[in-house]
């Protein structure tokens, strides 16, 4: 079953950093790019960026260049979001999700998101 | 930057037809994908590359498109179809952009 995993829910004092996972299983992890995506409270969708984890080839939403870091490993095919200095507007469900940028050219499979709450 | 435009909301009564628009001036160029977002749950791909259906997405679910417009459609509505609806596209850089979101209620 393809399918990706993500790490689950954190609880964060603004100023802190966080890592937060997205595993893939079966499926080749390193031909398909994973997205991240935002949603905040009672809020849309929101494109961060998309990682390549078969050279680590990134693209960054404008609206969150310089504020995330994404990044893979391929050995473990799992990708990350970062933040070195989270906010309070940071509190969202975060998801990866598959893009099937050779197929259906859409996000196809996409993890059961991770809750990040930040506050003090 | 680049926005995609879908109504707020959509009500309609089980076994009728929803209509769900998503507008932006890329569209003609670029590709629409639809996704069903339920209640607590990580969105679902309804519609790809504009009227394409992935499998195990009923037949109901048709989307169509016509210059600056891409639709979603929903042909005999059913209570479990009650969602919000995210279009998506890219922009001319190849940014992804969703839509605002449509919340369909199944009167």
């Known amino acids: 079953e393809v399918q990706l995993v993500q790490s689950g829910a954190e609880v964060k004092k603004p100023g802190e950093s966080l890592k937060i996972s997205c595993k893939g299983s079966g499926y080749s992890f390193t031909s398909y790019w994973i997205g991240w995506v935002r949603q905040m409270p009672g809020k849309g969708l929101e494109w961060m960026g998309i990682?390549?984890?078969?050279?680590?080839?990134?693209r960054y939403s404008p609206s969150f260049q310089g504020q995330v870091t994404i990044s893979a490993d391929k050995s473990i095919s799992t990708a990350y979001l970062q933040w070195s200095s989270l906010k309070a507007s940071d509190t969202a469900m975060y998801y990866c999700a598959r893009w099937d940028s050779s197929g259906c050219g859409a996000f196809d499979i996409w993890g059961q998101g991770t809750m990040v709450t930040v506050s003090s | 930057s680049y926005e995609l435009t879908q109504p707020p909301s959509v009500s309609v009564s089980p076994g009728q037809t929803a209509r769900i628009t998503c507008s932006g001036d890329a569209l003609p160029k670029q590709y629409a994908y639809w996704y069903q977002q339920k209640p607590g749950q990580a969105p679902v791909l309804v519609i790809y590359k504009d009227s394409e259906r992935p499998s195990g997405i009923p037949e109901r679910f048709s989307g169509s498109s016509s210059g600056t417009t891409v639709t979603l459609t929903i042909s005999g509505v059913q209570a479990e179809d009650e969602a919000d609806y995210y279009c998506?596209?890219?922009?001319?850089?190849?940014?992804?952009?969703f839509g605002g979101g449509t919340k369909l209620t199944v009167l």
């Open positions: 998506q596209s890219a922009d001319s850089s190849g940014n992804w952009v």
């Open positions: 990682i390549y984890p078969g050279d680590s080839d990134t």
